[in-house]
């Protein structure tokens, strides 16, 4: 995967790097990572004082050591408006995951939108309105003033009970507060509705 990515070397994370707990954006398991960022001049080096792990890089590492991450968890992004290294990887004292990630959690940092690395530059910007078979992008009066016709008619029609909504639910970090603040205030909050069916796992429908 470094091959397919054109990834020649990784910085080492210095000493100094800040450091986060944080938990998968995925899925309801909720495995444990740290995330690391420092600045993007910056970089650590192989002696146990130059690098966040405290150990000599210089040397060949146990099967089984922490000191290392992939080419997927890294990136480049904006902290406080300035552009930063970043490392997500999982955490070996989480209990739940004890060091292990999975083939979405351990992709957290290279899913980042990046202006740098030029990840993610798909990420949604406007409401999209599946119309002529195709999603369409549109203002937020738009799709708004589409939910709330859609759900008068299947009220007025049928009842409250008629109404369903399908949204995923994938909790954890970024994820659950991208993907569902938005949709939890308009069903919840202002529509108030009775029935909806959540994903929220990795392997769910
Ligand atoms: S998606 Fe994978 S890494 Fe993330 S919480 Fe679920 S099992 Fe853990």
Known sequence: MAYKRQTDRLPIIPADAQEFNVVCRYCIVGCGYKAYTWPINKQGGPAPHENKFGVDLGRQQDIETE????????????????????????????VVNSGLGSIRGARMAENRP???????????????VWRNGTWQPTSWDDALDLVA???????????????????????????????????????????????????NLTCSP
């Not at 995923?168 to 009775?194: C, I």
């Open 67 to 94: 000191a290392w991450y992939a080419p997927s968890m890294y990136n480049i992004v904006k902290q406080n408006g300035r552009d930063v290294h970043l490392v997500v990887k999982p955490d070996s004292n989480c």
């Open 114 to 128: 990046s202006r740098i690395t030029g990840s993610q530059q798909q990420r949604l910007t406007d409401p999209l």
């Open 149 to 199: 016709r859609v759900t008068a008619r299947v009220i007025t029609e049928g009842s409250e009970d008629d109404l369903v909504v399908s949204m995923f639910d994938h909790g954890g970090s970024a994820g659950g507060y991208e993907n569902t603040w938005g949709t939890g205030k308009l069903y919840f909050g202002a529509m108030k509705v009775k029935n909806a069916r959540i994903h």
